[in-house]
């Protein structure tokens, strides 16, 4: 069984940069979450979806983040304008019965 | 307060002993209790997922949870160096697709051979 895909593994931007990551779950999934881990830190959601509607969003900072599952499959998640404390590591992570796979993530950093 | 507290360690023990790893939590709502193992750059590997109170046990890994003390373990016997890692708590309140894990900050276990 594959696992779960990200890209990039690694980014470097620049504050006030855009920035987007990509997710392809665990196929048949239907369940897909995103979080965000700062080093040091367990890992906090951002934002769950159940097939490619919104279960749970609300530690997402919404002014500057946004999420979407097309299809209910694959899922993108960007950052417009970066700030300094987003530097961090995003997991996405799928799951079917509630206990999450996660993906290798993507490593953040914004100088 | 934060809902979980985690020892954030270090913790390093030689090869063949008992590690003891746990967490805390305030919220009595939690029902679903996790350790996931995250070795360096990887993402967390899911290790162990108990309902409830009581005991489970997967090979050398033990589980124990609690409740009435809002209290859960993980215990490794036999340490070995590929064991290595930071292991993570999660809990959630309700199991199945609309769970939302709240996370420990982690314990960083170094098994010395």
């Known amino acids: 069984e594959a696992g779960v895909a990200q890209s990039p593994r690694y980014k470097i931007i620049e504050k006030r940069q855009s920035v987007a990551f990509w997710c392809n779950p665990i196929?048949?999934?239907?369940?897909l979450y995103w979080y965000q881990q700062i080093l040091g830190q367990g890992p906090k959601l951002l934002i769950q979806?159940?097939?490619?509607?919104?279960?749970?969003d609300s530690q997402l900072p919404k002014d500057r983040f946004s999420a979407e599952r097309l299809k209910g499959v694959d899922s993108t998640l960007k950052i417009q304008p970066a700030k300094l404390e987003d530097s961090a590591v995003y997991l996405c992570a799928s799951s079917l019965r509630g206990d999450p796979f996660f993906g290798p993530g993507t490593r953040l950093t914004v100088l | 307060q934060k809902e979980v507290e985690q020892d954030p360690g270090p913790l390093s023990v030689p090869e063949g002993a008992i590690v003891s790893l746990n967490c805390t939590y305030s919220n009595s709502a939690f029902q679903y209790f996790m350790w996931y193992r995250q070795y360096s750059r990887k993402g967390p590997e899911l290790l162990m997922y108990t309902y409830s109170s009581g005991n489970k046990e997967d090979g050398r890994f033990t589980a124990q949870v609690d409740k009435s003390s809002k209290y859960i373990s993980l215990f490794i016997r036999d340490s070995q160096p590929s064991d290595s890692a930071t292991y993570l708590c999660?809990?959630?309140?309700?199991?199945?697709?609309?769970?939302?894990?709240?996370f420990g900050t982690g314990t960083l276990l170094a098994v010395q051979p």
């Open positions: 999660a809990m959630s309140e309700y199991g199945g697709a609309t769970n939302k894990l709240i």
């Open positions: 979806f159940q097939n490619n509607g919104v279960v749970d």
């Open positions: 196929s048949g999934h239907a369940t």
